[in-house]
Nanobody
Framework: QVQLVESGGGLVQPGGSLRLSCAAS????????MAWYRQAPGKQRELVAR???????NYANSVKGRFTISRDNAKNMVYLQMNSLKPEDTAVFYC?????????WGQGTQVTVSS
């Protein structure tokens, strides 16, 4: 059984930083891409950042220059370093993995940016 477990969310003041982590376990097969999505209240889920097996990345325009996605292939982990956080970054963040055996989602971790 495949599991994606996220951690690192929480409450932070505007301008602050958080680092999200996601660990993939189980019979997941070969991982192609790892990504972070987010969903704010009343809005659709959107792609925040994606990293491919060759380490190429892409980001939503709203987070470019502030967020950095990285992965540890040996540990099947993906990270999202979030700097200069803004109130509009408040959302539930989800880890996503596309692998040879399917596409998988984490349960989500809440990020709240507020003073």
């Amino acid at each position: 059984q495949v599991q994606l477990v996220e951690s690192g969310g929480g409450l932070v003041q505007p301008g602050g930083s958080l680092r999200l982590s996601c660990a993939a376990s189980g019979s997941i097969g070969t991982i192609y891409t790892m990504a972070w999505y987010r969903q704010a209240p009343g809005k659709q889920r959107e792609l925040v950042a994606r990293i491919r097996s060759g380490a190429s990345t892409n980001y939503a325009n709203s987070v470019k220059g502030r967020f950095t996605i990285s992965r540890d292939n040996a540990k099947n982990m993906v990270y999202l370093q979030m700097n200069s956080l803004k109130p509009e970054d408040t959302a539930v963040f989800y880890c996503n993995v596309l692998a040879s055996r399917g596409e998988y989602w984490g349960q989500g971790t809440q990020v709240t940016v507020s003073s």
